[in-house]
Each structure stands twice: as C-alpha cells, then as structure tokens.
C-alpha cells in the first residue's frame, strides 16, 4: 500500500506550509500524521505532493526523516496554476508509476483518532472507505462533503460542499482507495470533472461502486 499526503496548498501570504507549522518544540502536524500512517505496517511508501513554493521546505523537513518518504514536486508556482488535490493525486500516480492500494489524507490537518482501526475496517469491506465525522454546526457544510449512509455504512448520498443539509456527517480528506478504484481517476479526469478538492472524485465514484463511511471516534482539528 502506498500513501499520498496533500500538501500542495498554494498562499502567498506566509513563507511556511500549515503541514511544517510546529506544534510544539519538536513536531510539526505533518510529523504526527506520519507517525499516523507510519503505524500502517503495509504502507511502504509516502508521497508528500506540494508545489515549487514550499518544496524546499519540505525537502529540509524531510532531512533525517524515514525512509518510506519521498517528497514530490507538482512544478506549479502560483494559485493560478495549482493542479488542485485531484490534480496532485494524478501527477503523482503518473510520477511514480502507482499501481497499488491507496491511503490519500490531507496534510492540512491534525487526526486524533486510530488510523489503524479505520485501516483494518477498509480490509474488512474490501472497498473505498472515507473517514467521517458529525457535524458541529451547519457552517461546515460550505467547507466539507456532507455524508448520508445506511445501517451497513454504506454511502447512499454526497455531496461537495452544499448549501442545504443532506446528512448529519461530514466527508473528511482522509480516504483508503483499493488499486481497483484509482485507475478511475483517468475516467474522472477525461470527464472534465473538478480537479480541486478531492471529495469531488468520491461524490464521483459512490454511485458507481460500494463507498463505505468510516466514522470517527476521535478530533479532527483543520489548519485552515
């Protein structure tokens, strides 16, 4: 199993990605959301996708760090010419040649909860799994996918950031895609569909294949 990190936000405002922001003396958020995936034991491999502005930043973070890391360059150097997350996710899978089973997470964020559980759920159904989490208010569902799913956790409805309530849960960017389901990405992309934040090509593939809900038993703190 591979692993894809999205860190390739554009800002021109701050010198600093909010992954490499410190946390405390010694960590930063992207170094507990390794430490996370690190404790997937079949994970061999991290890709840290982020653009020409930070990809020195990453690359001294990275000093040092295991093995398992790489940190990939999308070449774009302004907000105009991001790729988007969906963009990254196909860049790196042409870059490196990805035929494998696929955790992708945001790494603009910091997880409080057991990748390990929601790891051994995806083995269980054998399918795409999302993590989510119950709203807090219906503010957030202009900044996330809201979810509806059935007794089996099974999604039936999501949608990217709407404006009228569907569901009682949140979609977070933390997804396990199976080798199967990621060759889709060339049929979503060749569709014209959104290349920008990555609950569009999920929104995109549950009507088409079994997508199961992960709920989280944990925080999820946005760096946003």
């Given at each position: 199993?591979?692993c894809?990190?999205?860190?390739?936000?554009h800002?021109?405002?701050?010198?600093?990605?909010?992954?490499?922001?410190?946390?405390?003396?010694?960590?930063?958020?992207?170094?507990?959301?390794?430490?996370q995936?690190?404790?997937?034991?079949?994970?061999?491999?991290?890709?840290?996708?982020?653009?020409?502005?930070?990809?020195?930043?990453?690359?001294?973070?990275?000093?040092?760090?295991s093995?398992k890391?790489?940190?990939?360059?999308?070449?774009?150097?302004?907000?105009?010419?991001?790729?988007?997350?969906?963009?990254?996710?196909?860049?790196t899978?042409?870059?490196?040649?990805i035929?494998?089973?696929?955790?992708?997470?945001a790494?603009?964020?910091?997880?409080?909860?057991?990748?390990?559980?929601?790891?051994?759920?995806?083995?269980?159904?054998?399918?795409?799994?999302?993590?989510?989490?119950a709203?807090?208010?219906?503010?957030?569902m202009?900044?996330?996918?809201?979810?509806?799913?059935?007794?089996?956790?099974?999604?039936?409805?999501?949608?990217?950031?709407?404006?009228?309530p569907i569901?009682?849960?949140?979609?977070?960017?933390?997804?396990?895609?199976?080798?199967?389901?990621?060759?889709?990405?060339?049929?979503?992309?060749s569709?014209?569909?959104?290349?920008t934040?990555?609950?569009?090509?999920?929104?995109?593939?549950?009507?088409?294949?079994?997508?199961?809900?992960?709920?989280?038993?944990?925080e999820?703190?946005?760096?946003?």
């Amino acid at each position: 199993m591979k692993c894809i990190i999205l860190c390739a936000e554009h800002n021109d405002d701050v010198d600093e990605p909010k992954a490499l922001l410190a946390i405390d003396e010694n960590l930063c958020a992207l170094d507990v959301l390794i430490d996370q995936v690190e404790d997937i034991n079949s994970i061999d491999k991290i890709y840290v996708v982020t653009n020409g502005k930070y990809y020195d930043n990453f690359l001294n973070w990275s000093i040092n760090k295991s093995s398992k890391i790489k940190i990939i360059n999308d070449n774009t150097t302004s907000p105009e010419a991001k790729l988007g997350a969906i963009g990254d996710i196909k860049f790196t899978l042409n870059c490196e040649n990805i035929d494998d089973d696929l955790l992708i997470v945001a790494g603009d964020a910091l997880y409080d909860f057991d990748f390990i559980s929601m790891y051994e759920y995806y083995n269980k159904k054998q399918a795409p799994v999302v993590a989510v989490k119950a709203l807090q208010n219906m503010t957030e569902m202009r900044k996330y996918g809201i979810i509806r799913f059935d007794g089996d956790n099974k999604v039936i409805e999501m949608h990217e950031k709407v404006n009228e309530p569907i569901g009682s849960h949140m979609a977070l960017a933390l997804y396990f895609y199976p080798r199967e389901v990621i060759r889709m990405f060339d049929y979503y992309l060749s569709e014209g569909n959104k290349t920008t934040a990555p609950g569009y090509f999920l929104e995109y593939l549950y009507p088409n294949t079994d997508v199961y809900a992960y709920p989280i038993d944990g925080e999820y703190y946005s760096l946003k």
